[in-house]
């Protein structure tokens, strides 16, 4: 572990270096998830500060959520390993801090970065042929319209979940989790009609089938389509929106099995 030049004498901020320098050595795996980080009478001798500045510095990195502190024999400072959900979390409170605006007008642009998440996710589902079991379990309960707002609402959050999940791909689920949970955080939880819960849900149907059936072209139209319809929603403009037919359950889209055929009789002409 090198301490650097940043943590001359003259740096005014000597607690910020060190937590950057600790980040470092995290980030590129000197330090694993699990491990111990050496105590505080080696990392003071070692950089020359105070247990007070020292402790500022851990503090920093565990807010971070990169280290935990443990009491204790065997305890100390070790390296975290946050999982998807966590992270998630982490990356929501950062977005909608940092994003917020007044009247809530923000969530255009959350909408437009989480649509665009769902592209790559769905794209590496396909891939992946990924089983959406959860995604087809949110719209078999979309379906039924005797849900409350609020239900359905929280459904189509976990829909958007699983998707981010059947993308495989950690980073991209952590990202787009923690995109979906500061953008529902300003969703509405009321005024969804049958009328545009049909809508919602058509979008969701298709978008389940063309990744279950490999269609990257399909899938993705059905998804830019959503953000048009979620933009046109939140500009006032599809309350006026046609009724449409509500989709079929998810399970009744499925296949029956193949029937066992009886062979036909022989009916070749005696010789």
């Not at 966590?86 to 969530?107: F, K, Y």
């Not at 609402?153 to 989790?177: E, Y």
């Not at 979008?203 to 899938?219: F, P, S, W």
Request: glycine fraction near 6%.
């Amino acid at each position: 572990m090198s301490s650097g030049s940043s943590l001359d004498k003259r740096t005014p901020d000597r607690a910020s270096a060190i937590a950057s320098l600790l980040q470092d050595n995290i980030l590129s795996g000197h330090y694993a998830p699990g491990d111990r980080l050496p105590s505080e009478a080696d990392l003071c001798a070692h950089f020359k500060v105070s247990r007070p500045t020292l402790r500022e510095a851990l503090g920093r990195l565990n807010a971070r959520g990169m280290i935990t502190a443990r009491r204790g024999a065997g305890g100390g400072a070790f390296v975290t390993q946050p999982t998807p959900e966590v992270a998630g979390e982490q990356v929501a409170a950062l977005v909608a801090l940092s994003t917020r605006a007044p009247d809530n007008a923000h969530r255009p642009f959350l909408t437009e970065a989480r649509i665009q998440m769902m592209l790559g996710c769905a794209e590496l589902a396909i891939l992946r042929k990924a089983e959406i079991t959860d995604l087809r379990a949110e719209i078999d309960l979309q379906s039924d319209f005797s849900i409350d707002d609020e239900t359905f609402v929280g459904s189509m959050r976990r829909m958007n979940l699983a998707l981010a999940a059947a993308s495989g791909n950690n980073a991209m689920t952590m990202l787009t989790q923690g995109l979906i949970e500061a953008e529902f955080a300003v969703t509405p939880k009321t005024d969804y009609p049958t009328r545009i819960r049909a809508r919602f849900l058509s979008y969701h149907v298709r978008i389940a089938n063309g990744i279950a059936g490999l269609r990257g072209e399909d899938t993705r139209a059905a998804i830019m389509e959503l953000w048009s319809f979620e933009s046109d929603r939140a500009n006032g403009e599809a309350d006026d929106a046609q009724p449409v037919e509500r989709p079929p359950r998810m399970r009744d889209l499925r296949l029956p099995p193949v029937q066992r055929l009886t062979p036909l009789p022989d009916q070749s002409p005696p010789e």
